[in-house]
């Protein structure tokens, strides 16, 4: 099974709101994920977990938060956002983190489109 | 550093036509190649891989692509497109030990009638 899920599917929020996203794998995967995908562009990544930890932060504003509570689990907290942040938000898994980290294919989940009002 | 240029951004191609999409990348070490498929409001699906090995990679869906070291390409084949291949397909690269998959502008193809 190479599936990633991403709950929730579409989300609205206001400038003032707290909200969070969820992704889900259960292929044993120990590398995840964050990207943002703006229309018509390829996904920019946001941040990398490998072996549950934080490896990669991409300069992303403080606004967004990434947690990961254990190794299938990888979260997105978001705080006032601005209407620019409005995108598809994409998580992905690949098999192994560390130095290994770009040996493999890395899994997609469906995302959740972010509207921010 | 690494990078993917994709230089065709749609092609338009008759159903049961054959089709290639064109994949060039920049890198001074050994590379990964993918090719991934995206529907309309859908997360990215691997279309297939070359990690080593055979130069030509078969994938799902009937897509094949070729790994062509001298020319710095991985294009993308399919001998006959359904309108169901309507999408946008990017090719990415990576290399052992880098965390980032550099993806290219992607390639909308518009399968018609």
């Known amino acids: 099974d190479t599936e990633v899920t991403q709950t929730p599917k579409h989300l609205v929020m206001g400038m003032t709101n707290k909200k969070s996203l969820k992704c889900e794998q259960h292929?044993?995967?120990?590398?995840m994920y964050w990207y943002k995908q703006k229309a018509k562009k390829p996904p920019e990544l946001m941040f990398v977990?490998?072996?549950?930890?934080?490896?990669i932060n991409e300069s992303v504003p403080s606004r967004f938060s990434p947690e990961c509570p254990n190794s299938s689990l990888l979260n997105l907290h978001l705080h006032a956002l601005q209407p620019e942040d409005s995108a598809l938000y994409l998580c992905?898994?690949?098999?192994?983190?560390?130095?290994?980290?770009?040996?493999?294919?890395?899994?997609f989940g469906p995302g959740t489109r972010l509207t921010v009002t | 550093a690494q990078s993917v240029t994709q230089l065709d951004s749609q092609v338009p191609v008759f159903e049961e036509a054959p089709v290639e999409l064109r994949c060039n990348y920049s890198?001074?070490?050994?590379?990964?190649l993918f090719w991934y498929v995206q529907y309309p409001n859908q997360g990215l699906q691997l279309l297939l891989k070359?990690?080593?090995?055979?130069?030509l990679v078969k994938g799902i869906n009937g897509f094949e692509a070729e790994f062509n070291k001298s020319q710095t390409s991985f294009h993308l084949r399919k001998p006959s497109v359904h309108i169901s291949d309507t999408a946008e397909y990017f090719c990415?690269?990576?290399?052992?030990?880098?965390?980032?998959?550099?993806f290219g502008s992607g390639t909308r193809l518009l399968v018609r009638p």
């Open positions: 992905a898994s690949s098999p192994l983190g560390g130095r290994a980290l770009g040996t493999y294919e890395q899994y």
């Open positions: 977990y490998s072996y549950e930890k934080l490896s």
């Open positions: 890198s001074s070490v050994s590379v990964y």
């Open positions: 070359y990690l080593s090995g055979s130069t």
């Open positions: 292929m044993g995967h120990r590398a």
């Open positions: 990415a690269v990576t290399s052992y030990s880098s965390y980032k998959l550099i």
